[in-house]
Nanobody, 115 residues
Framework: QVRLEESGGGFVQPGGSLKLSCAASGSLDDFEAMYWYRQAPGKQREHVAGLTRRGTIAYSDSAEGRFTISRDNGKNMLYLQMNNLRPEDTAVYFC?????????WGPGTQITVSS
């Protein structure tokens, strides 16, 4: 069983930066893929960034060039560095892990981008 908890959300002005963290309570050594998703009010949850065990990294069109997903193997942590934030990035951000043991989601952290 793996429990995930996001942190690092908050309020930021357009053009600003935030770094999200996702802490896993258990080992992520057998992970298959890790993702960041987001859900804005009234919209469906959407993929933002993902990385696979093989090292493949992919971003949504809106995240490409502004966001960076990374992982700290030793600390069971997943990160999302977000730069040049826009009002349309406002959403609840979730981390999501696929592993041999299951499919896990964190409770999410709110990002609000506004002037």
């Amino acid at each position: 069983q793996v429990r995930l908890e996001e942190s690092g959300g908050g309020f930021v002005q357009p053009g600003g930066s935030l770094k999200l963290s996702c802490a896993a309570s258990g080992s992520l050594d057998d992970f298959e893929a890790m993702y960041w998703y987001r859900q804005a009010p009234g919209k469906q949850r959407e993929h933002v960034a993902g990385l696979t065990r093989r090292g493949t990294i992919a971003y949504s069109d809106s995240a490409e060039g502004r966001f960076t997903i990374s992982r700290d193997n030793g600390k069971n942590m997943l990160y999302l560095q977000m730069n040049n934030l826009r009002p349309e990035d406002t959403a609840v951000y979730f981390c999501h892990v696929l592993s041999g043991a299951g499919n896990y989601w964190g409770p999410g952290t709110q990002i609000t981008v506004s002037s």
